[in-house]
């Protein structure tokens, strides 16, 4: 026995950033890594800790998730910094050298995603839930204020009808939004996403469900507003949360414990994973 700690499986165990699961088969997560089940994969040699003691050069492999650029800018951090750490007036530190791999669009790459790429699928989303919920709630407070609601309803038209309706007129101007969202991200800003005719069906399945969220929530809202000037007070209450804590603008594995249970029970959430899963993995949800 040397009484020397083996360096590798201990070398993030203090780390918050990163969950850390040591494992044994690499070919296994590295599927998962494709699928984004998990964010990255940290390769060290079987030697890692006797190269270190005798100050040979360490080749250490990380195959990410490059789809998700901000999870492997941070995985990348806590491993340079741990390793910084380990070694700090113990070892040459320039002995390491870090081989990234990245898996875009289902192919194995030098560098992740692009801002405007990674952040186009989650704009579509909320641009629909957006409009679609301040266009309920101002159509159904011009209508009351305007009887037009009252001589709807005593109308032979069901209650039914009237919102199938408004769903109807909705879904045509969300998939306007929608292919002008992505028609200019592609053109004009050069987004790299995934197409086919199968991803874009169920891209507008995907709209068509969150826009039946954002009526139903427009709809609730607007019985608590009596003017459009109050549909303004609801935007920094209901939109800007929404827009924070569904992985937008950032990853919710970024996010705090209690702010990941909220996020669990907003519908953008699972539209952006949905839609990311969708233009930037290729991955078919209903296979």
Known sequence: KTGIKLLKPHILEDDETVDIMEVKSVKKYEADVRKGDVRGIIIFPD???????????????????G??????????GALSSALSDA??????????????????NIDETDEPVESITYFTPAIIGFITFFFGFILTMLAFIRERKEGTMERILTSPLKRSEV????????????????????IVAVLIFNAQIEFSVLILLQAYLIIYLLLLSALGLGIFLSTLAKTEFQIIQFIPLVILPFMLLSGVWAPVETLPGPLRVVSSFIPLTYANNAMRDLFLRGEILLD
């Open 87 to 104: 070694f700090e007036d113990t070892f040459d530190k320039s002995a390491f050298e870090i081989d990234e791999y990245y898996y875009n």
């Open 67 to 76: 789809a998700e650029p901000q999870a492997c800018g941070a995985i990348m």
């Open 163 to 182: 919102i199938i309706g408004y769903i109807l007129s909705f879904s045509i101007l969300s998939v306007i939004q929608s292919t002008v969202t992505i």
């Open 47 to 65: 030697d890692f800790t006797f190269k270190a003691l005798i100050n040979k050069e360490i080749k250490i492999k990380v195959k990410l998730d």
